[in-house]
């Protein structure tokens, strides 16, 4: 009997070993999303500003523009061709 508990309070151990490995991998899979997430809408805003940037300095030059959206039209057409 003595080894039958010698088991289960060993059994009992490891499952709370377990249950604490767990939590602290949540903990540090919580902790690495949250800095991700918190990355990721710094760098959005960023190319968000950059874009608005760009669209308002296109808007100054027209004839930049055109010229741009042109070359861009050109290069999807070649790539469209040579299918």
Known sequence: M???SSATASAAS??????DAAAD??????DAA?????????????AYAR????ALRLGEEPVTTALIAGGIG???GYLLARR
């Open 74 to 76: 050109l290069a999807i």
């Open 14 to 19: 490891a499952l709370g070993d377990a249950k």
């Open 34 to 46: 949250d800095r991700t997430r918190e990355r990721a809408t710094e760098l959005g805003g960023q």
């Open 25 to 30: 991998t949540v903990k540090v899979v919580k």
């Open 2 to 4: 003595k080894d039958l």
């Open 51 to 54: 874009g608005k940037d760009m």
